[in-house]
C-alpha cells in the first residue's frame, strides 16, 4: 500500500505516544496542517494498520491511539523505518536536498537532483529558493548556474553548523543514541528511516560508536553534569568532525580564544578525548578542533548546586545577570531579587552561552514555538533586556527561549499543600527539566516533590519509589509513565490527572503502611560540618585592612599577600603572589561599572578559606572583567585549600553571589556592617540547609 509522507508522519506520531490517545488537534498542529486534513488520512490508514493486527481506537474526548498487540506496533515501527514507497514531505525533502549539497564540495546537476528525490527539476528548483534564505543566515551562498549546477560555497565551521541543524531538526537526538547504543552491544548495523538513514549516513556507524563510548566515559570526568541533547550534540559534532577531515575539509579556531580557554577543565578533558580518539581511529586531528570541543563541553553546563564562582570567575556575568534580573522584574512589576537561585541558574546557563555566541556555535530550542505561545509577552520582554545588558552580542531565539523558561520557573512557583512524588526525565537541559517540574506542581497540587533525571541514569534509578513518572521522550522497557511535552499540553495534563487520580487510591490505602527512606545522617551531619567550619573560618578571619599609601597593583598583592603569611592562613607568600598574578593576567578581575576587583585562588600553600577586603586611599587602574579598565578602589581577596571539599567551594562561591547582590554595600560598607551582613547570609545558608 502507497503511504504519503504525512501519513507516515501521523503513524510515527501515534506510535510515540504509546497507550496514551492523542487528539487529532494536537497532531494538527504538530504537522501544521488542519485537523480536516488529519480526520481524511486517519480514514486512509485503518487498512495499513490491519496488515499488523492493529486498529485505530477512537474516542470522543479522549483522542486516538493505536490498539493492539506490542508485537505488532514492533513490526510496524520497523516498517515504517524501512519503507521505500513513500514520498517525502516538503521539509524532509529539502532537508536531504540541503545533505547531498553540504556532502560534496562539487556541484550537483540539477536533473540527478530531482531525479533521486523523484520530483521535478522545477520542484527542485523551488527548494532551493528556499534554502537559499536559510543557508544566508549561516553565511553560506548557493551557487546556481546552468550548465554548472548547484553548489554550496562557505567555510567549513559554518558547513558543519548546517549539517548538525539539519540532523537536530530531522533525527530524533535520543533515538538516535539509543540505536547507537544497541550497535555497540549487538554489533549490528543500525536501521533508521529513510530521511534519518540519509543524514545519518554522513557519518559512520563504526566511528559513531567509537566516539559514543569516549563521550560516556568523559561525562564523569566534568565538573558539572553533561545535558542529553548537548551529550548528543557532541557524539554528532565529532563523528562529523572526523567524516569532514578525512575528506580535506578543516577547521580553524581564533588562536586568542584558544589561550583564554586553554586553562580550564574542559579544554584539558577534550584534549584527552582527541588524544584517544586519535589512538582509536589511528588518525591525526588538529588542535582546533580541540578547541570547538571544548566549546561544547563549556555550553553545556546543567545547574550544579552551587555554581564555582571562585574556580570559574562567573562574576563578570553575574554582574550583568543582576542588570538583567532588575530589568526584567522591573517590567514585570516583580522583585525578583528574592529568589537567589534564579542568580545562581542563570549564572551557570550564560556563562556557557556566551562562550557558544562568541564563537558562533548557536543552539536549537525544540520548544521556541511552545515557548512563544505560551509566554509571548515574557519572551518579548527577556528580548528586550537581554538587547540591553548585552548590546553587543546577538541572542537568537532560541536562546531567549531557554531564558524565558529560567524567568517562568519562577514566576510560576507557588507552593502548595500536595501529596505525591513524581519523576521527570527530561531531556533538553535543566531549564526544561525546571518548567516542567513548576508546571506539574503548579497544575496537579497532589505533586508533592518533583526529581528531575536524565533518560541515561534511568537505568540506575528506582522508578517504584515514585507516584508518578512523566518523561518528555519515550522509555523503553518502562511500563508506567506519561510521554508528555515539555510545556505540558491539555490533552497530556488530562493524562496525567488521570494517573494522579489512579494513584491517590493507592496512596491512601498504603499511607499508614509506608515509611520514607531514612536519610544518611551521618553523611548530612559530616556536611553541615563541613559548612559551620568554612564559615567559622571566614568569619573570624575576616577584615577590611586600610591600604593608606600610595601603592600599584603589585606592590599592594605582596603586602596582602605577606599580611596573609603572617597570620598563618598561607605558607608561602611568594607562591601566591605568583597565583594572583597570573590569575589577573589571564583574564581582568575589575567587576564592571564598580570600584571593586575580586581577586581569588585556590592553592596547596592555602591553609584555610579566607576572605578579605583591602581599601585604598589612592584607586589602582586594573583589567576589567568585560575587556574594558576600571578604578579599583577595593580588592576583595577570596583564597580557598586547592583540595577544599564540595562544602568550602560552595561557601565561597555563596560568598561571591552576596557579591553581585549586594555591590553597594561591599563598596562604601564599614567591616562591621559587612560581617553584620555576612552573618545573616549565612545563618539562613545553614538552616536552609538543616
Known amino acids: 500500500m502507497y503511504l504519503s509522507g504525512r501519513e507516515r508522519k501521523i503513524l510515527e506520531y501515534l506510535l510515540k505516544a504509546g497507550n496514551e490517545a492523542v487528539t487529532v ?20 490508514l485503518e487498512g495499513f494498520l490491519a496488515a499488523y493486527q492493529l486498529t485505530l481506537k477512537k474516542k470522543a474526548g479522549s483522542g486516538v491511539q493505536i490498539y493492539g498487540a506490542s508485537e505488532g ?10 519503507v521505500t514507497s513513500t514520498d517525502y514531505t516538503p521539509e524532509e525533502r529539502r532537508a536531504i536536498l540541503l545533505a547531498a549539497l553540504l556532502e560534496t564540495n562539487e556541484p ?32 553560506l551562498h548557493l551557487v546556481r548556474r546552468r550548465g554548472y549546477g548547484v553548489k554550496i560555497n562557505g567555510g567549513e565551521k559554518e558547513k558543519r553548523a548546517v549539517i548538525s541543524e539539519l540532523i537536530a531538526d530531522n533525527v530524533d537526538p535520543f533515538s538516535f543514541v539509543s540505536i547507537i547504543k544497541e550497535t555497540i552491544q549487538k554489533k549490528t548495523k543500525p536501521q533508521l528511516g529513510t530521511i534519518s538513514a540519509r543524514l545519518l549516513g554522513l557519518m559512520d556507524p563504526e566511528k559513531l560508536a567509537v566516539i559514543e563510548k569516549r563521550v560516556e566515559d568523559a561525562r564523569s570526568e566534568l565538573p558539572h553534569d553533561l545535558a542529553d541533547s548537548a551529550y548528543v550534540g557532541l557524539v554528532v559534532h565529532l563523528a562529523l568532525a572526523i567524516e569532514r577531515l578525512q575528506k580535506g575539509d578543516t577547521i580553524t579556531f581564533d588562536p586568542a580564544y584558544m589561550r583564554k580557554i586553554g586553562n580550564t577543565k574542559e579544554y584539558a578533558i577534550a584534549k584527552r578525548i582527541i588524544a584517544d580518539l586519535e589512538t582509536a581511529l589511528d588518525m591525526t586531528i588538529p588542535e582546533d578542533e580541540v578547541g570547538y570541543i571544548t566549546m561544547h563541553l563549556m555550553g553545556a553546563k546543567l545547574r550544579n548546586d552551587h555554581p564555582y564562582f571562585l574556580e570559574d570567575s562567573s562574576v563578570d556575568i553575574a554582574v550583568k545577570t543582576r542588570e538583567l534580573i532588575e530589568r526584567v522584574g522591573s517590567e514585570l512589576g516583580t522583585d525578583l531579587h528574592a529568589d537567589s537561585a534564579l542568580l545562581k541558574d542563570l549564572v551557570a546557563h550564560l556563562k556557557p552561552t556566551m562562550y557558544r555566541l562568541e564563537q558562533g556555535m548557536n543552539i536549537k530550542n525544540p520548544m521556541i514555538a511552545e515557548i512563544k505561545r505560551d509566554y509571548l509577552e515574557l519572551h518579548e520582554i527577556i528580548r528586550q533586556a537581554v538587547e540591553e545588558v548585552f548590546p553587543d552580542i546577538d541572542f537568537p531565539d532560541d536562546e531567549i527561549g531557554y531564558l524565558v523558561l529560567h524567568f517562568a520557573s519562577v514566576i510560576l512557583t507557588n507552593e502548595r499543600d500536595i501529596h505525591l512524588r513524581a519523576l521527570v526525565i527530561c531531556s533538553s537541559g535543566i531549564g526544561t527539566a525546571k518548567i516542567l517540574a513548576t508546571k506539574l506542581m503548579q497544575r496537579v497540587p497532589e505533586i508533592k516533590q518533583v526529581d528531575n533525571k536524565s533518560m541515561f541514569d534511568l537505568a540506575q534509578t528506582d522508578t517504584t519509589k515514585y507516584d508518578l513518572v512523566v518523561s518528555t521522550v519515550p522509555l523503553q522497557g518502562t511500563a508506567n509513565y506519561v510521554l508528555a511535552s515539555p510545556m505540558l499540553t491539555k490533552g497530556e495534563l488530562e493524562r496525567i490527572h488521570k494517573q494522579v487520580r489512579q494513584r491517590k487510591l493507592i496512596y491512601r490505602q498504603s499511607a499508614a503502611k509506608s515509611t520514607e527512606e531514612p536519610m544518611d545522617f551521618l553523611s548530612s551531619l559530616t556536611a553541615v560540618q563541613q559548612y559551620s567550619e568554612t564559615i567559622l573560618a571566614v568569619m573570624r578571619s575576616f577584615s577590611i585592612i586600610d591600604v593608606d599609601l600610595k601603592s600599584s597593583l603589585d606592590s599592594l598583592l605582596r603586602l596582602a599577600c605577606a599580611d596573609l603569611e603572617k597570620s598563618r592562613t598561607i605558607t608561602s607568600q611568594e607562591t601566591i603572589y605568583q597565583r594572583l598574578r597570573e ?31 583591602y581599601s585604598l586611599k589612592e584607586p589602582i587602574s586594573v583589567a576589567s572583567m568585560d575587556g574594558g579598565e576600571g578604578k579599583m578602589k577595593r580588592m576583595l581577596l577570596m ?4 583540595e577544599a571539599s564540595s562544602e568550602t567551594l560552595e561557601i565561597m562561591s555563596y560568598i ?6 549586594s555591590i553597594g554595600l561591599f563598596e562604601s560598607g564599614n567591616e562591621k556592617d559587612i560581617a553584620k551582613f555576612l552573618s545573616e547570609q549565612f545563618q539562613a545558608f545553614i538552616q536552609e540547609k538543616i
Open 639 to 642: 583564597l580557598a585549600p586547592s
Open 73 to 82: 506496533k514492533e513490526q510496524l515501527e520497523s516498517a515504517l523505518q524501512l
Open 656 to 661: 561571591s553571589s552576596l557579591i553581585i547582590q
Open 583 to 613: 590569575r589577573g593576567e589571564i583574564s581582568g578581575l575589575g567587576i564592571p561599572d564598580t570600584s571593586l576587583a575580586l581577586y581569588h585562588s585556590r592553592s596547596d600553600a592555602v591553609l584555610s578559606p579566607r576572605f578579605s577586603i
Open 108 to 139: 550537483l546537476k540539477l536533473f540527478a537532483l530531482a531525479q533521486e528525490l523523484r520530483v521535478t527539476e522545477a520542484t527542485v528548483s523551488h527548494d532551493l529558493d528556499q534554502l537559499e534564505s536559510l543557508l544566508a543566515a549561516n553565511h
Open 25 to 44: 488537534k494536537e497532531i494538527a498542529v504538530a504537522l501544521k496542517v488542519s485537523p480536516r486534513t488529519i480526520h481524511r488520512d486517519l480514514n486512509n
